[in-house]
């Protein structure tokens, strides 16, 4: 209610020329706001999660505000910024946008931070079935709130169409931004370079990243379904385990495996570890689909199938041509490591398939998109 008053209070002051950016996950904001700030003389505005982990200091014209009702200041200023932009980005489920009645020529952008879809969310998420009447009409009311999307392939933007109850007038096939770092030579050598620098021991050892989604309720985590003590006694003199726990989780590595375990969940970047990354293990995260197009093996640590594939769900468009093995516990993951049970042409074929837009220019192609003819 209060962020309703303020947000039609601001609305009787003037638009002004700049771009307002809602960053949870933060690394797509940044590739479209660093863009902006190359061919736009816009403000820029970027309204940042307490658990962004991406800086944005060194974008030109650029504005940072805390997001959060403890920084009450921010808070005020950061509806403000909503309420007189003529374009908004966003990066995730936002319930501030139910209420964000924003003017008829106000452009707001989701850059959803998954660039595919394992599992069902949104309006498809089956525990909304449940929801009472009025909290699925505030759900579908943020979603419908969106006037573009940004996908990276005929296969998301469908997806995107159940999920989020939209017309395809809003589907804008530009590719996924944060792909494009994925293309620059330049910059894949200063991460890797960074992470060598940071972390020696990948010199000499290859480098398993285990990077499972978040599952509802798991916002503490106490320990992690990979028996560590095992993969410990059989790959510890080859082998270095990453960890990347999923940001809203809580957990703390209790277990001691000198030289092998490491906790980077709060390493500012996911896609700079998928470079040093040999063996990717995850379940129904969305990172495979940016790990395909660096062509590295996959393992689908998918334990608990049988009940995701009921809630929250499993799409089809993605469990029909899954891009590596599924193992259901550690022993399976071992062995398939040691045998190299990888089905190379298929990672190909999927990464082609998902990353049909992300051709190293999505971030140009999209800033290029919406502000033609925007004024």
């Known amino acids: 209610m209060i962020f309703k008053l303020l947000f039609n209070m601001f609305q009787l002051f003037p638009q002004r020329k700049k771009a307002t950016f809602v960053a949870s996950f933060g690394d797509n904001i940044f590739y479209v706001a660093d863009e902006i700030a190359k061919i736009q003389q816009d403000e820029i505005i970027i309204l940042k999660h307490p658990k962004c ?185 080859d082998f270095v385990v990453f960890l990347r726990i999923h940001p809203a989780v809580n957990f703390k590595l209790n277990h001691n495996y000198s030289n092998f375990v490491y906790d980077v969940s709060d390493y500012y970047s996911v896609n700079h570890l998928l470079l040093i990354t040999d063996y990717l293990i995850t379940d129904y995260s969305s990172i495979p689909f940016e790990c395909s197009l660096l062509k590295k093996p996959m393992i689908f640590f998918m334990f608990d199938l049988n009940d995701y594939r009921k809630k929250p769900g499993i799409w089809k468009e993605f469990e029909s041509n899954i891009p590596g093995p599924i193992a259901k516990n550690t022993r399976e993951i071992l062995s398939i490591i040691k045998n190299n049970h990888f089905n190379y042409l298929l990672i190909e074929k999927f990464a082609d398939e998902w990353n049909q837009y992300s051709k190293g220019n999505s971030s140009e192609s999209l800033i290029k998109g919406l502000y033609y003819n925007i004024e």
Not at 61 to 73: A, D, G, M, P, R
Not at 97 to 109: A, M, Q, Y
Not at 194 to 199: A, G, H, K, S, W
């Open 53 to 237: 982990n991406i800086e944005f200091e060194n974008i030109k014209n650029s504005k940072i505000y805390s997001f959060e009702c403890l920084n009450l200041f921010h808070l005020i200023v950061s509806i403000y910024h909503l309420s007189t932009s003529k374009i908004v980005f966003t990066d995730n489920y936002y319930g501030f946008l139910s209420v964000t009645n924003f003017k008829p020529n106000v452009k707001c952008v989701q850059l959803w931070h998954a660039a595919g879809a394992i599992k069902k969310f949104g309006l498809m998420d089956p525990s909304i079935k449940g929801r009472q009447s009025s909290a699925k009409k505030r759900i579908q009311s943020v979603y419908q709130r969106h006037t573009h999307i940004a996908v990276g392939s005929e296969k998301m933007a469908s997806i995107v169409r159940q999920s989020f109850g939209v017309d395809d007038k809003a589907i804008l096939r530009t590719g996924v931004p944060r792909t494009d770092f994925f293309y620059d030579e330049n910059k894949k050598q200063s991460a890797i370079e960074q992470l060598r620098n940071e972390f020696p021991i990948i010199k000499s050892k290859k480098v398993i990243l285990y990077a499972p989604t978040f599952r509802d309720g798991e916002f503490n985590l106490p320990d992690i379904q990979l028996d560590l003590q095992s993969m410990y006694e059989e790959l510890k003199d």
